[in-house]
């Protein structure tokens, strides 16, 4: 199950709306993916970061060893 949450400010972001994920989706494993939200960001940065975005998200493992993954990454998308 996904699913996301946009708030207007990181100040948003209570307790409650932690305490409700961890109702939902309880010993199931989850990771939480924080973008800053930029309306002016163009086109092909948002293509590079939904092309980013397709990549890490079929890799789990990137949340645990950044150093690993990172180079990981980077050699997948200079190939890709």
């Known amino acids: 199950m996904n699913a996301t949450f946009h708030f207007t400010s990181a100040q948003e972001i209570t307790t409650d709306v932690i305490q409700a994920i961890r109702i ?4 199931k ?8 939200y930029d309306p002016f960001a163009p086109e092909w940065q948002i293509r590079e970061m939904r092309r980013r975005e397709a990549i890490t998200g079929n890799r789990p493992e990137c949340f645990l060893d950044g150093d690993t993954v990172m180079s990981e990454l980077e050699n997948e998308l200079e190939t890709a």
């Open 29 to 36: 494993p989850v990771s939480i993916y924080v973008q800053e």
């Open 24 to 27: 939902a989706y309880q010993e």
